[in-house]
């Protein structure tokens, strides 16, 4: 079956980065795109961007460009959300998702929580 | 990028309630839109997408409808177990944006 295990939380520092891992398994890993979403306390969901893994490709949503970045390891079937210049807004947990052909986001990681606090 | 406006923003309902909640789109989209549940501390789960089809495992109490930019959850026969917050997300173009939400409290 399809899973997706998200690293561990973490606290940062305003102005600090934070990189986050998705690891995928029960399917071939470059066959889907990888989204990341993220919701702050008490708010919705917040589409922050996507890749695909086979060839790297990808999309950042307009309030995170110039801070998000995401990259994957084909070998470990992993992919990488870094995102820079944190802020107390930036408090959230961080999930990536992932769907089948045709489908929106039928798959989740257990999500991050991501706190930012000096 | 694709607004999506979902309303309301919440509601009370009893059990056995027929609850309706809508979105609309500021573009056509296709038919493009999921519908995901969410409960506290855990991750969103979907539910029916492509406007009307039920993920497997969802019960046929969900149903989901409409076309072009306006579409609708309706959840007939309100169950303790749907006490929960849904979104609806257009799926149509990146960003795969996001309603609000709607909570669905105990009246």
């Known amino acids: 079956q399809i899973q997706l295990v998200q690293s561990g939380a973490d606290v940062k520092k305003p102005g600090a980065s934070v990189k986050l891992s998705c690891k995928a398994s029960?399917?071939?890993?470059?066959?889907?795109?990888i989204h990341w979403v993220r919701q702050a306390p008490g708010h919705g969901l917040e589409y922050m961007g996507i890749i695909y893994p086979s060839g790297g490709t990808t999309y950042y949503a307009q309030n995170f460009q110039g801070r998000l970045t995401l990259t994957r390891n084909t070998s470990t079937a992993t992919v990488y959300m870094e995102l820079s210049g944190l802020s107390a807004d930036d408090t959230a947990i961080y999930y990536c998702?992932?769907?089948?052909?045709?489908?929106?986001?039928?798959?989740w990681g257990q999500g991050t929580l991501v706190t930012v606090s000096s | 990028d694709i607004q999506v406006t979902q309303s309301p923003s919440s509601l009370s309902a009893s059990v056995g309630d027929r609850v309706i909640i809508t979105c609309r789109a500021s573009q056509v989209i296709s038919n493009s839109l999921a519908w995901y549940q969410q409960k506290p501390g855990r991750a969103p789960n979907l539910l029916v997408y492509a406007t009307s089809k039920l993920e497997s495992g969802v019960p046929s109490r969900f149903s989901g409808s409409g076309s072009g930019a306006d579409y609708t959850l309706t959840i007939s026969g309100l169950q303790p177990e749907d006490f929960a917050t849904y979104y609806c997300q257009q799926y149509y173009s990146v960003p795969q944006t996001f309603g609000r939400g709607t909570k669905v409290e105990v009246k």
């Open positions: 998702a992932t769907a089948s052909t045709g489908k929106p986001l039928g798959y």
């Open positions: 029960g399917y071939t890993f470059t066959a889907y795109y």
